[in-house]
């Protein structure tokens, strides 16, 4: 059928204040040109991340009823613990209050000065965990990944070539390698699970760890399943369990592939590095049956991860992007294909050309979304990723608009409204300028930086 239903019912409702465009105006003025720093009910449609801004079902509603909020031993945290391990089958799991917890666990136990730790796209908390132990981050991509309009299955791949050059030259400095799924950064892109098989091997050959930073795993097995050669009669479930089989190890936001709205973990396998992770929890999250999370979130979580391999759910999920893909490629708007999972991705480089990488057109394509409809987006290109850690600025590899969509919350007609919005934006392409920050943090600096037009 043409028509996108959503495979739920929605019994409860919140209302979108609607605001008009002078409104608006002034609302991001004040903000400092920083759509992080709006209030959300100043927002009409937010599409800022998928992170955390799932809609619950009534059965996660009802697991947190049940949450036991004892300090040590609750048993919400053994029904979690199971629910990871028989969804991923690592031995040890470890609750964190989110996925940058697991992070700053992991990075903090086993990365210092001088070394360097090789992903396919590593994402910004990723990024700045890595980096602030000293270590370096270094992007590994196949080309593909660079060219946004260039069609191709698998643009999550981590280009294997690179890979065993820099093991070959420098596998003493890389304490992990890391593979996001999907590739975030680069468009919510898959990786394969012929390319997962091959970067585990090469890291096997140098004795050397593979972590997946899974926060959207199960968008990444249906892809598998649906472009895969031999993978379209197996189950989501089934190519899960064979792509972290690949794994010495995890970090995951629940916020995404759980339809939790906090939480995260870290799992693994090796007995030591869990033992020094857990002491190190103890210090920073909370007791390892809680690593800061309330039994209720543990609950959710362990419900979600049930709920989140249902296929029916997947090609709904991954339909809705694809329909509004179309849809813009449709009236000449330059988007990333194919389609990604949890996100719309718009190349605000060739939608701007007038505006150089340094002027931030991903950033002012970003505004004008908001100001000319109330839509508030996500800028994936300069502004997150331009700093480099001796403070010199260079352009990112690509300059991209994100419209994440979260999960259960929105409908075609809200989809058709993003597409409406952009046809008003499309218009008045020519008179949207570039910006320049005018107060930015040491780290991260694209949720408190402040800036101003040119």
């Not at 999907?182 to 898959?190: K, M, R, Y």
């Not at 929890?281 to 209720?296: M, V």
């Not at 480089?349 to 996500?378: D, Q, T």
């Not at 008003?424 to 780290?443: D, Y």
Request: aromatic share 8%.
């Amino acid at each position: 059928m043409k028509t996108i239903i959503e495979p739920f019912r929605i019994k409860t409702v919140e209302p979108i204040r609607m605001t008009t465009r002078a409104e608006r105006e002034e609302l991001l003025q004040a903000a400092g040109l920083n759509l992080f720093k709006l209030r959300s009910e100043d927002v009409l449609i937010d599409l800022l991340t998928d992170s955390g801004t799932s809609a619950m079902s009534a059965a996660q509603w009802s697991a947190l009823m049940r949450g036991d909020e004892s300090y040590a031993g609750a048993p919400s945290f053994y029904r979690f613990e199971s629910a990871v391990r028989t969804q991923f089958g690592f031995k040890h799991v470890i609750p964190t209050h989110q996925g940058r917890a697991a992070e700053h666990l992991l990075f903090s136990l086993i990365a210092g000065p001088g070394d360097v730790i090789p992903s396919n796209t590593h994402f910004d908390t990723t990024r700045g965990n890595i980096e602030a132990v000293g270590a370096e981050a270094v992007d590994l991509p196949i080309a593909e990944a660079r060219v946004p309009a260039l069609e191709h299955p698998f643009k999550g791949n981590m280009d294997l070539a690179s890979l065993k050059t820099l093991m070959a030259a420098r596998s003493d400095d890389v304490p992990v390698v890391m593979m996001t799924l999907t590739n975030n950064a680069g468009g919510g892109q898959p990786a394969s699970l012929e390319n997962l098989r091959a970067v585990a091997a090469i890291a096997r050959a140098h004795d050397t760890p593979l972590f997946i930073d899974g926060c959207r795993f199960a968008e990444n097995a249906w892809f598998v399943k649906e472009r895969e050669p031999a993978q379209q009669d197996r189950s989501v479930s089934d190519i899960v369990r064979d792509m972290f089989a690949l794994a010495d190890g995890m970090t995951m936001s629940a916020k995404k592939d759980a339809f939790a709205n906090i939480g995260g973990w870290l799992a693994l396998n090796d007995d030591a590095l869990h033992e020094r992770a857990r002491a190190r929890l103890i210090l920073t999250e909370g007791f390892p049956t809680y690593g800061g999370l309330a039994g209720r979130d543990l609950e959710a979580i362990a419900q979600g991860l049930q709920e989140i391999v249902d296929e029916d759910y997947l090609r709904y999920r991954a339909r809705t992007n694809a329909y509004i893909v179309e849809r813009l490629d449709a009236m000449g708007v330059p988007v990333v294909k194919p389609p990604g999972g949890h996100a719309v991705f718009v190349d605000a480089r060739a939608f701007l050309p007038h505006v150089p990488p340094l002027s931030y057109p991903g950033h002012a394509l970003a505004c004008a979304l908001y100001e000319v409809g109330g839509i508030r987006s996500c800028e994936i290109g300069t502004v997150m990723f331009g700093r480099k850690p001796d403070g010199s600025e260079v352009p990112a590899a690509m300059d991209l608009v994100r419209l994440a969509m979260p999960r259960r919350v929105y409908t075609q007609s809200h989809a058709d409204y993003v597409v409406e919005v952009f046809e008003e934006v499309k218009t008045m392409r020519e008179s949207i300028g570039g910006l320049r920050i005018t107060h930015e943090p040491e780290a991260l600096r694209h949720f408190t930086a402040t800036f101003e037009r040119l």
